[in-house]
């Protein structure tokens, strides 16, 4: 299965403008993220998806970019437009502020592919302060590993550690934190996009439930990495300190 890696790249983003262009280590952020995802030895290709020349200019010098529409909604339209370009089997969307990824993490969800229609990684919550917090999403899983659902609040409902202290409720079940890596067959992808905007999806604000309201299946792969993404500068600059 050939399958091609894409990463999502906006300029303007509300929190940190600029972010994929900001340095770290004396490389770009969004360089640090396509030399992660090259690492992969499932991606026959790695692309940026980006709305802005000025990414764009930058990013040609050691990847190819790719330019999109401006008006997408979500990350997958955006990579959507491009994969439909693309002479490819199944594409991965890789988060373009991530870029300490994990290159067996891209393996990983790509292989689920093979028995799925879409897949994503998730990891075990460790710590009590993810457990209540919205901007870490939960997923959890049925027997065969595909996703039941995914929120912002915090699931399942432990019934009978409900009342106990938070880091007993986390000790009491195995939660899991979802990755925001996406694997998917070009064809599902190229389909999902044109369906509209799920009311669960509009409700949460995660875009991955309009595939499960769809009856699309997802696969999650549960894996020993925790993400390490950049939303604002100081991010950058604690990730710089690792790679230093």
């Known amino acids: 299965m050939k399958i091609t890696g894409i990463i999502p790249a906006r300029?303007?983003?509300?929190?940190?403008?600029?972010?994929?262009?900001?340095?770290?280590?004396?490389?770009?952020?969004?360089?640090?993220?396509?030399?992660?995802?090259?690492?992969?030895?499932?991606?026959?290709?790695?692309?940026?998806?980006?709305?802005?020349?000025?990414?764009?200019?930058?990013?040609?010098?050691?990847?190819?970019?790719?330019?999109?529409?401006?008006?997408?909604?979500?990350?997958?339209?955006?990579?959507?437009?491009?994969?439909?370009?693309?002479?490819?089997?199944?594409?991965?969307?890789?988060?373009?502020?991530?870029?300490?990824?994990?290159?067996?993490?891209?393996?990983?969800?790509?292989?689920?592919?093979?028995?799925?229609?879409?897949?994503?990684?998730?990891?075990?919550?460790?710590?009590?302060?993810?457990?209540?917090?919205?901007?870490?999403?939960?997923v959890v899983v049925n027997a065969a590993g595909r996703a039941l659902y995914f929120s912002r609040r915090t699931i399942p409902y432990v019934r009978e550690a409900a009342s106990s202290s938070m880091s007993e409720q986390l000790a009491a079940f195995p939660f899991l934190k979802h990755l925001g890596i996406y694997g998917y067959r070009r064809e599902t992808l190229l389909r999902l996009v044109q369906f509209p905007v799920s009311p669960l999806e509009n409700a949460e604000k995660l875009e991955q439930l309009r595939a499960l309201d769809q009856g699309i299946s997802i696969a999650v792969v549960t894996v020993d990495y925790d993400s390490i993404g950049v939303d604002v500068p100081a991010d950058a600059a604690r990730v710089e300190a690792l790679l230093l």
């Open 11 to 138: 300029y303007a983003s509300t929190r940190f403008p600029g972010k994929p262009l900001h340095l770290i280590a004396g490389k770009t952020l969004i360089q640090h993220v396509v030399e992660q995802c090259q690492k992969a030895q499932s991606l026959a290709e790695v692309i940026v998806a980006t709305d802005d020349t000025r990414i764009w200019e930058v990013v040609q010098n050691f990847c190819r970019v790719e330019m999109t529409r401006p008006e997408h909604p979500s990350g997958s339209d955006r990579i959507a437009e491009v994969a439909e370009r693309c002479q490819c089997e199944a594409v991965i969307n890789i988060q373009g502020d991530e870029p300490m990824i994990d290159p067996t993490v891209i393996d990983a969800v790509a292989g689920a592919l093979a028995g799925a229609e879409m897949s994503t990684a998730a990891t075990a919550i460790r710590r009590v302060d993810e457990l209540d917090n919205p901007n870490v999403v939960k």
